[in-house]
């Protein structure tokens, strides 16, 4: 079974990301991030060389930071490693949540 690390932006974010991979077959590493969204974009580019070696995933809400997901990607991780998977939740996570 593929393990992989998560970065999220806080506690909401962790029990969707875990059981996202779950949903996929895939088992949940390392957890990180938790300290709010300017902490994971300040890190996400180390945390994308990382993902050379290892698999990551990643969600951030896009709150009104760009007019949509693929601006605010190519803004925040213009070259994605080939292990990197960073998902972005219009406009919050809780969004998704609650359609549910």
């Known amino acids: 079974m593929v393990t992989v690390n998560v970065l999220v932006e806080g506690m909401t974010d962790e029990p969707v ?16 991030g938790r300290k ?6 300040e890190r996400l580019l180390v945390y994308n060389k990382a993902a ?12 009104n930071d760009a007019p ?3 601006g605010a990607i190519g803004m ?3 070259d994605a490693g080939k292990g990197m998977r960073c ?5 919050a996570i809780e969004a998704w949540l609650m359609a549910g």
């Open 17 to 32: 990301a875990k059981r996202l991979l779950q949903y996929v077959g895939l088992e949940v590493g390392t957890v990180y």
């Open 36 to 41: 709010g969204k300017m902490h994971v974009l």
């Open 52 to 63: 050379d070696y290892a698999p990551w995933f990643v969600i951030v809400d896009l709150d």
């Open 68 to 70: 949509c997901p693929l």
């Open 76 to 78: 925040w991780l213009p």
């Open 87 to 91: 998902r972005i939740a219009v406009r």
